[in-house]
Every structure is written in C-alpha cells, then in structure tokens.
C-alpha cells in the first residue's frame, strides 16, 4: 500500500535545473507511467523516488509520511534498472537472494520467496546459472524477481525493456502487464520513452518536458483530449497531423491536429483535395500520405483495401468531431 | 585443402580458401608489426640472459671477461673429497649468504606487497568516492611514485639518521622511544625502514591500478544494493572485491615481479646490510665487487629461475586470468 505525492520536487545539478517543480499525485496500487522525449527528467524524477539522488527542493511524500531524508531501503520500494545490473559473479538465485536480509527472513524463508517469484517469471529452471549464461530477456526477467522477491510497496522501472528486441519487448511486456494484475497492492512507476509501452501498460500516464509535467490522465485522456500541441504530438502512433497557416486558419486555429485514423477518403465530398506521394502497407492498414498544400503531407489510415496508385489525385475528410485546434501558444481551443 | 574431392560444388570449396589466404596475410602483417620489439626484446633481454646463464658455467672473471673455462655446475655446487676423506661443498646452493639473501627477498616481497595491497585497495576506494578536489587529491597521491627511487632512498635515509633524522627526533619528542635508534644500520631495524620507504613508495601505484579495477564496476550495481539495503561492507566483501580481483591479481603480480628483484632502495639505504640484502643486490656484489663473476652470474641465474616459478605459482594458484578471457 503506497500512494505517493510529489509536492513541487525540484532538481538541479549545480547551477542545471533538471527538474523544474513537479506536483504529482500517483494513486495506491496504481501504474502510472513516465513519458517523455530523451533528457526530459524522468530517470531523474524517478532516481528522486528511489532516493537514489537527493531532492534540491519540495516534498516527497508516501503516504503522507515525508521520505525527503529516508534511505531508499526504507522506502520499500525496488527498482528494476535499463542495465538490469545484476551481479556478475553471482549465480541468479544469489542474485535474487541477495538483497533479502538474514535477520528478516530466514533461509527457508528466502528460498521459497525466490522460488515462487522465479517460477512466476519462468526462470525456475535458471537459477543456477550466472548472468552472463542468459538471454537477455532471461537476464531482465531475474531483474524483476530481484524486485518481486523483496516484497516491495512501490515497483520502480527505469526503461526494463529498451535492450530488447522486438519481439521480446512485446512478450515482456505482456509478462510486466500480467504482473501488475497480480500484485494489485503494489504501485509501480514506469519509466519509457517508448509511447506504445506507456499507452499498453499504463493506468495513467505522466508526459514530462524538460523537467515539467505537461500532463497526467489515463491513457484514453490522453489520446483523446491532450492540453498541448506537444502532448498531441507525442502520444500516439502514427504521430497526429499538424497544419499551419492558412488551412488551419479556416478552422479558426493555429495550428490543426488531426490523426490518421480519424481522415477519410472521400472522392465525393472532399475537405481537402491532394495527391498521394508515397503509401506504406503495414498489412492490417494502408496509410497515404497526401500532399493537401500543407507544410508536410498528411497522413491517412486509409479505410479497405482497393489499391491507390501513387501520383492519385484523391480527396480526404477529416472527422470534425475529432480535429484538435491550437492557438499560437500551443494550448488548446475547445 | 589438398583433400577436395572432385564432386564437391566449386563456392564451397574456393571460400574457405580465401579466408586462409585472408589469414595468412594477417599472419605476415603480424610478424612485421612484431619484428621490431622481437629485435629489440633479443638484444636487451634474450641475449643477456643467455649470457649470463652462459657465464654461470664457467670461471669468468671480471678482468676478462673472454677468458673463461667450462665448469659445469660448479659455481652451483661442487662436492670435493680432500685426501684426508673430508668433503667440502662449495656454491651458491650451500652458500648461507645466498639463502639469507634469498630469505630476505621473499620476507620483504610479500610482506610489502601484501600491505601495498591492502592500502592501495583503500586508498583506491577513497579516491573513486565522489567529493571536491578528487581530480587534484588522485593527482597529488601520485608524487612518491614519481619521485626516482634513488632520490627517495635518500630522502628517507636523512629522515631515518640516527643523529639529526627527523624520525627518531618525532618519535623522542613523543616519547615513544628513549633513545636514538640508527634505523638503517641496526639489523633488527633495517628491513622495516626498507619496508616503509617501499610502501610509502609504491602504494600510490598500486591504489591507481586498483582505482582503474573499481572504476569498471558499473554505478548501478551499488545502486541496487543500495535500493536493497545490503549492508557496505557486506557490499564491499561480496560485490565490490570479487569484482575488482582479476584487476587486483595482476596489479599484485607486476608487484611481486619487481619486489622479488628489489635492488635500488635496498642499495641507497641499507647499503651492506645482511639483514636487508637482496638476491639481486647480493649478485651483483659477488659480480662487480668481489670479483666472482661466474658465481655472481650463478646467482642471477638463480634469480631469474626463482622469480619465474613464483610468478608462474602465482598465476596458477591464483587462476588469474592475464588474458582476459573470462570477461
Ligand atoms: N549527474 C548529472 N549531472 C548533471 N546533469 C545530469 C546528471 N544526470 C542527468 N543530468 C541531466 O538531466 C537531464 C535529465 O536526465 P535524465 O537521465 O533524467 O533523462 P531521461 O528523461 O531519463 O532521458 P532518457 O530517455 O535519455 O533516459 C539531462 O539533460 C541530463 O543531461
Ligand atoms: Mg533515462
């Protein structure tokens, strides 16, 4: 049980402010999830939680209680790191077993622990091999049941699945998903930059820039009604349409956004004439990009299957009730 | 490649063939690359040794060094029968000298290299913690190791006089000892001067080598451990030592190698004293100061022999891993 409150945190290395006064609020037994373009803060912000670096100012609360000062093995948490750094020496039952102490446990104790968290992640059969005889994947997922061992209240995980390949990240990730249903009372905080990750995983997501949280709320929210041109643009893929100038100016906005899947062609009654200048056939979906006089052409989630030919003049619709409108600043026009 | 049977496709049997080729050429370029060093390794390294392997057989002497006869293993050891049915054994092998000199070196290779360790571990440890000023600290660590032994020798050898030194006048005046002691000349007190001017000398070498073993140990390892609560010292026993041993078993063996011959310090500062001499410093008195050359040449032999099986006992008893193949 953790509900844990950040309350204007600020982070500065020297005279560099890397975070720049964070509130936050991340629910009991919740998955929140840090998103965010490279260098925005949130390994710091999440290092801050860990206790892994001091806070420069603000208030860090677990339920309730200010932690500012506690040792991050104090806290109850467990942290799952990019680099999984497991011990190199140590065989992965060692591994696992390590951070549990004696006194708390005893060694009956901590075998059935590790062994129940191994068999819960299909590692049982490797408990005696040392990291260095394992797959990467097998490697990450000793580095969860470290974490899982330890029984902890808050599950930190700092990008676990970016030295993953593909199709490895996806079956992880279906493992973290799966293991967050299971241990309903512990809050975990995901760190990625990985928008797939955070739209699939998450309970609610927390966009970060440059130090600032530009907006929370679960990943529908999101989606569907983000407060800023660069929330709009970063969630979600394919990324959303922007237009400027003079086509946007006919819907009264700065800028328009528009994803693909909410533009259709319509030959009949176009709102937008173009030719199509390239396409890509993913397979499930066919996506123009068609070029409306627009800075970039814009893409469409093409509807069907009947084939358009590159060089096509066709005419595209966007659904009204979906265009997100934007002043110059960047906030939305509701 | 001889073996190619007639039926086999051609691409398979040209590739392989190529690649050897491929290999060959690399081969030659090696030995290019290495030809100038195998020269330079023969003329300063290889040829002496033989040399003086060589002059361990005969009766060289110094006056003329071409003149010598072959004796076999006489400088070793000769066992003659006087007339009188007594026998006498003679060479380095019965030489007391030699043994005490062989003693010496031992006594004072590990025990000087097993405290380097141990400081330069720590010091290593200190300096690889983050705090203002390690740049100039790390820099500044380094000044006895820069200094020429010579001139270190000396320095300490006017700090250990005996009438106007600045050991004995600290330690009177702490009254910690009731009277001077002549700590370079007194044979109980000789090897632990020679001891102390060593490790003041080269623990800041070995802290260096132990700071490179513990700057590989990636951050996070420890930030784990943190996040666990594990204990430091536990973390230090369990994580970080075994983790820098194969960068601390090497920087021990280039220790041990040149403790074993030992010969600059001991020579400035205990000049003459059998509680401190050397294998190296007693050879090279046998070959230039007394004369006895062909023993002289025996002894280093023996020298060289002994350093060679304590290093390779090292190496296998330590199982280090010079290559670096276990990484
Ligand atoms: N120890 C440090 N000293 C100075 N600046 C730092 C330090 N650690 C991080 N920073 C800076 O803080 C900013 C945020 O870093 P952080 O690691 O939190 O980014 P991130 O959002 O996790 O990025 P990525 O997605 O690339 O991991 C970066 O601009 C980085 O240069
Ligand atoms: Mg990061």
Redesign the pocket.
């Known amino acids: 049980m953790a509900e844990i409150q950040l309350k204007d945190v600020r982070k500065s290395?020297?005279s560099?402010d890397?975070?720049k006064g964070v509130d936050l609020e991340i629910r009991d037994g919740e998955f929140m999830v840090?998103v965010?373009?490279?260098?925005?803060?949130?390994?710091?912000?999440?290092?801050l939680i860990a206790g892994l670096?001091d806070i420069t100012s603000g208030d860090l609360l677990f339920d309730g209680k200010r932690v500012n000062d506690l040792a991050p093995s104090k806290r109850g948490i467990a942290m799952v790191f990019?680099s999984y750094a497991l011990y190199p020496h140590m065989k992965v039952y060692d591994n696992m077993a390590f951070g549990m102490k004696l006194a708390k446990a005893g060694p009956d104790e901590i075998r059935r622990r590790v062994e129940k968290a191994a068999k819960m992640l299909h590692i049982d059969h490797l408990l005696d091999r040392l990291p260095k005889q394992l797959s990467g994947g097998q490697r990450q997922r000793v580095a969860i049941g470290r974490a899982i061992v330890r029984d902890p209240k808050v599950f930190l995980f700092?990008?676990p699945l970016s030295n993953l390949d593909a199709a490895l990240r996806v079956a992880t990730r279906l493992e973290i998903a799966k293991l967050h249903h299971e241990m309903k009372n512990v809050t975990m905080i995901y760190?990625t930059?990985d928008q797939v990750e955070a739209m699939t995983l998450a309970d609610r997501i927390c966009v970060?820039r440059d130090?600032l949280v530009m907006q929370v709320g679960t990943p529908s929210e999101l989606y569907e009604r983000p407060n800023s041109l660069f929330v709009a643009g970063f969630i979600g893929s394919p990324k959303m349409n922007f237009v400027n100038g003079q086509i946007a100016q006919g819907f009264n906005a700065h800028t328009i956004g528009i994803r693909s899947e909410h533009m259709v062609v319509d030959n009949a009654d176009p709102v937008w004439r173009g030719k199509v200048v390239h396409a890509e056939n993913l397979g499930s979906d066919n996506f123009l990009f068609v070029d409306i006089g627009s800075e970039e052409p814009v893409l469409v989630r093409q509807e069907g299957k009947t084939a358009i030919p590159w060089g096509a003049e066709i005419g595209v619709r966007p659904l009204i009730e979906n265009l997100h409108r934007f002043d110059e600043t960047g906030n939305p026009i509701r | 490649m001889a073996s190619i049977t007639a039926g086999q496709p051609e691409p398979q049997a040209t590739r392989p063939a190529r690649r050897s080729e491929l290999q060959a050429e690399r081969v030659r370029a090696a030995r290019l690359f290495l030809l100038p060093m195998l020269v330079a390794l023969t003329l300063v390294a290889a040829w002496p040794l033989f040399r003086t392997i060589y002059f361990s057989f005969t009766d060289t002497s110094l006056s003329n060094i071409g003149a010598g006869k072959w004796v076999g293993f006489d400088n070793y050891l000769s066992v003659r029968t006087l007339s009188s049915g007594k026998v006498i054994t003679r060479g380095v092998l019965v030489d007391p000298a030699w043994w005490n000199a062989v003693w010496n070196t031992f006594r004072f290779a590990i025990i000087s290299v097993s405290i380097e360790t141990v400081l330069g571990l720590l010091v290593a440890l200190v300096l690889n913690a983050e705090f203002k000023g390690r740049g100039l600290v790390r820099a500044a660590i380094l000044i006895p190791w820069a200094i020429p032994t010579i001139v270190s020798a000396k320095l300490w050898a006017w700090l250990f006089n005996d009438q106007f030194g600045m050991v004995n006048d600290m330690l009177m005046s702490l009254g910690l000892i009731d009277h001077k002691i002549a700590w370079t000349a007194d044979v109980s007190t000789a090897m632990y001067a020679v001891l102390i001017v060593d490790i003041w000398k080269t623990t800041p070498f070995m802290a260096l080598l132990c700071l490179a073993g513990l700057q590989m140990i990636p951050r996070d390892m420890y930030e784990a451990a943190k996040i666990d609560g594990v204990h430091p010292i536990k973390v230090f026993f369990r994580v970080t030592l075994p983790l820098v041993k194969p960068a601390l078993m090497v920087a021990v063996i280039f220790r041990l190698l040149d403790a074993l011959r030992i010969f600059d310090l001991i020579y400035v500062l205990t000049p003459n004293s059998s509680a401190t001499k050397t294998m190296s410093v007693i050879s090279r008195e046998n070959l230039i100061d007394f004369d006895k050359f062909a023993y002289g040449s025996a002894q280093s032999t023996l020298l060289f022999l002994i350093i060679a099986l304590a290093v390779i006992l090292y190496i296998w008893l330590g199982r280090v891993d010079l290559g670096g193949q276990k990484q």
Request: hydrophobic fraction near 30%; include cysteine; proline fraction near 4%.
């Open positions: 290395y020297g560099v890397v975070i840090f965010g373009p490279s260098g925005c803060g949130k390994s710091t912000l999440l290092r670096e990019q700092d990008e760190v930059h970060l130090g």
